[in-house]
């Protein structure tokens, strides 16, 4: 069972790794603000899929620390994501849907592939369930993403960039909560069953 984790974690990580770079690449080529908070969410996943695999086999209370730290690494996302905004707002740009569009579209079936993979553990221990929440944000994302490139095209504008970038903002500071939220409640137990 450890080795089929260990296994599936290794997959989430690559993908995860290679869609940051063609995100941010994206991101940088197209001006959006929405594939900036994509990549900086793809980096923070790779991070989290790292950590998962380090305490795969680990005891509860060690799982539950490390979720702690996957819950940081989301607020973080979140925080990268609120200045990418403030930039935004301050030098606003039409960003090039085409680049929006493509790169949500790769990112989607990236982590639609991810979730996939860790589908079988969504409902096990704190590490891999949390691996797996950070991958259906990931599929949100990159649903929001497309939507905001064809409003970008749509209306010619860049406020749906921006409206998505905010809402993603919302999802990762609502995921942070959940992840740092269940984890401390098992760490609690696990401490309390060690006593």
């Known amino acids: 069972m450890q080795a089929r984790q260990r296994r599936v974690l290794v997959w989430v990580l690559a993908i995860n790794l290679l869609t940051f770079v063609m995100m941010m690449a994206a991101a940088w080529h197209s001006g959006s ?10 980096l ?26 996957k819950a940081a690494f989301i607020l973080c996302a979140a925080i990268a994501v609120a200045v990418g905004i403030g930039w935004k707002l301050a030098h606003p740009q039409l960003p090039l849907f085409e680049s929006m569009g493509i790169a ?3 990112n989607l079936a990236a982590n639609l592939l991810c979730l996939r993979l860790l589908w079988p553990y969504r409902q096990g221990d704190i590490n891999l369930a949390s691996a797996w929440a950070c991958s259906l944000n ?13 409003a970008v095209w749509a209306f010619g504008a860049g406020w749906p960039d921006l409206l998505i970038a ?26 309390a069953r060690a006593s």
């Open 166 to 191: 905010v809402a993603l903002l919302l999802l990762f500071l609502r995921s942070a909560w959940k992840v740092a939220r269940t984890a401390w409640r098992e760490l609690r137990g696990a401490q």
């Open 44 to 69: 923070g996943d790779a991070l989290t899929y790292a950590l998962s695999l380090a305490v795969v086999g680990a005891g509860l209370a060690a799982k539950a620390r490390v979720a702690l730290l």
């Open 104 to 106: 949500a579209l790769l």
């Open 138 to 150: 990931d599929v949100y994302e990159g649903g929001a993403v497309i939507l905001a490139a064809l």
């Open 33 to 42: 603000a929405s594939l900036l908070s994509g990549s900086l969410d793809n």
